[in-house]
């Protein structure tokens, strides 16, 4: 969109006095808004050094029997557990089901990678 706006303007002010000044202004600044937004938030959004989902998923495989079942209830404990079994390979003989997707029958579907 900038891309547009700031090119009509360029040729805008081509036509009238030949100056690059405003197009150049509105560039610097649509390109700085982002790396500012960053340098002010990084470290209130950084989530480096906690482990709660990485522990409490642990936990829960750990806790089940050997080729158990795991029912989940929503995203925020699913995927923590999918991380562990898929790229730390923990536990990978527990089957973990999404609540939502056995609701609705789409269990098969999820797991036919097993």
Known sequence: MC???CTGTAKK???NDSSLALPLIVFIITL???VV???KNFDSHSRKGQYIAWDYSYNMLQSCEPNGILITNGDNDTFPLWYLQEVDSVRRDIR???FKFAQYGLVYQADAGF
Do not use: N, R
């Open 3 to 5: 891309g547009i706006s």
């Open 13 to 15: 002010q081509q036509d």
């Open 32 to 34: 700085l808004a982002p």
């Open 37 to 39: 937004l960053l340098a």
């Open 96 to 98: 973990i089901v999404k």
